[in-house]
Nanobody, 122 residues
Framework: QVRLVESGGGLVQAGGSLRLSCAAS????????MGWFRQAPGKERERVAA????????YYTDSVKGRFTISRDNAKNTVYLQMNSLKPEDTAVYYCAMYNSRAYYTLDYRYWGQGTQVTVSS
């Protein structure tokens, strides 16, 4: 059983930055792709970014391209989301998830974290 724990959320002004971390424990991290998702009140959960098992392939949803960067450190069993130029519309609970494969081209997730709140004030 893998446990995913997110951290780094908080309150930031528009234009500011935050770095989210998701630490995995209890299993093999490096064999699986990882993703960051977010859910704002009244909206469906959306995939924000994803990274394959080795870190050499990434995905971003259009609204965050050029502002967010996903990365991973397999030695530390951690995936990161660097968020720059934050906007009020980025306000949401952010979750990390482990895919059930090395690539992120599926909708098959093994584990989810509990989420961390990101609030961007205007």
């Amino acid at each position: 059983q893998v446990r995913l724990v997110e951290s780094g959320g908080g309150l930031v002004q528009a234009g500011g930055s935050l770095r989210l971390s998701c630490a995995a424990s209890g299993g093999t991290f490096s064999n699986y792709a990882m993703g960051w998702f977010r859910q704002a009140p009244g909206k469906e959960r959306e995939r924000v970014a994803a990274i394959n098992w080795s870190g050499d392939s990434t995905y971003y949803t259009d609204s965050v391209k050029g502002r967010f960067t996903i990365s991973r450190d397999n030695a530390k069993n951690t995936v990161y989301l660097q968020m720059n130029s934050l906007k009020p519309e980025d306000t949401a609970v952010y979750y990390c998830a482990m895919y059930n494969s090395r690539a992120y081209y599926t909708l098959d997730y093994r584990y989810w974290g509990q989420g961390t709140q990101v609030t961007v004030s205007s």
